[in-house]
């Protein structure tokens, strides 16, 4: 973030929130990856891992994205729509 004399960050500012943005992406990675692993069914693996990525930097604030799809279990049939 620039400061309030226009002054750039240090190297030291950019690597410490370099480093902040990476343990981020990491640990919702592994989280994701600790997780959905047990929603395993006999087909197999029911999740697939997407593209993950830094949103930002917008108003000194830097996120991750990551894209997951997840297949969701079959279920009981919908309910018919009630008639008017």
Known sequence: MVAEQGCPPTCEELAAAARVTHLDS???YNSL???LPHT???RG???VMGQQRTIGPQGGCVGVEQRVIVALPGCAPCPE???P
């Open 40 to 42: 395993a069914g006999r």
């Open 45 to 47: 693996r029911r999740f």
């Open 33 to 35: 990856m600790c997780c």
């Open 26 to 28: 990491v640990t919702v």
């Open 81 to 83: 729509e009630a008639s």
